[in-house]
């Protein structure tokens, strides 16, 4: 088993993936071609058999198991999304695999990878993040022998994850200026950004990874693999503490630039996505969308790819979609208000202060006897974010007394 990475294993994996992975579409997105003035496509990877791109690492790994290795079974950690492409392929191999996974994994992600690998898989949830995961995962492959199906950090499965570049070269007709994708542990940017480099060498490739867990922004600005301390677990599909050693090497060598999204910037577009063009995409998967606010005018005139990662998203999670959304845009407040217990003090605050387009989302309250004041919780939905400075005036000019709730506020985080 090779050590290093090639460009040659890409086109390798492309001829033995062929009749595995379905060739997903590249799509001309007129929505967004229109905002930046230039023509953007989607790599609609959520809508691979396994609704994400990681099928292509797994099985590409997994189809050059040993007969002892296929034997003893494997092992392997993930988020959601390499552990359907491995239970996937566990299944089309005949391989028994373990898979663990963190307790947080949304229940859409655990079924599916249930429902893929049937009776050739076991599910272990261990740890709130993938990186306790994998340490669980290891101890076991460690102690019986197991191989060990990394999702990132193994030449095979980044060239597996390239294949996504070679169809991209196979199908669009024009140069590519801007290839804009996502980064978790960086296996899909090393492999496709480095295929399409090698191909066409003008295209800058721009990794994206969500502001809560940059570890890759880390490592690129400590000159060498970091793990973070602690990390936001939201867009769970790019959510790790340390990159591969492996991809690290790599994408120093490949990027043109790394952007960061705010996870709020995230929900605003999975919910644009959905809205405008009917795509149902996981937070991961719409990260590199999320990132072209960032490039802007600069995109103007010029052909954009971005790779649409994953559509594996349970719809529980949508209420937690919109509140960070509105949250992002300025649109949603939270205040501690402390209300004299006296009759009409709440009739004052709805007629006075509030304006007009102004909603109340939350109130909670209790009242208090034998005090003056009381606090109450709340929650404010405004029409347009500029409406947040006169209801401010509007309330102190009422001498109430208020607190706004920050974002490091343990409330806020309580609420969100």
Known sequence: MPKTFSVEMVDEAREALRDVVKETPLQFNRGLSEKFGAKVYLKREDLQVVRSYKLRGAYNRMRLLTPAEKERGIVCASAGNHAQGVAFSCAELKVKGTIFMPKNTPRQKIDRVRALGGEWVTIELSGDAYDEAYTTARTLSDAKGMAFIHPFNDPQVIAGQGTVGAEILEQIKEPIDYLVVPIG??????????YVRSKSPQTKVIGVEPVGAAAMDAALKAGKVVTLEKIDTFVDGAAVKTVGDLTFSICKNILEKLLLVPE????????????????VAEPAGALSIAALDQLGAELKGKTVVCILSGGNNDISRYPEVIERSLVYQGLKHYFMVNFSQRPGALKRYLN?????????????YTKKNNRENGPALIGVELAKKEDLQPLLKRMDDLGMSYELLEKDSPIFSFLI
């Open 185 to 194: 542990g960086g296996g899909l940017v090393a492999g496709t950004g480095s």
């Open 352 to 364: 006075e202060a509030l304006g007009p387009s102004d909603d109340i989302t939350l109130f909670e």
């Open 264 to 279: 709020g910037k995230v929900c605003a577009e999975m919910i644009s996505l959905y809205q405008r063009d009917g795509i």
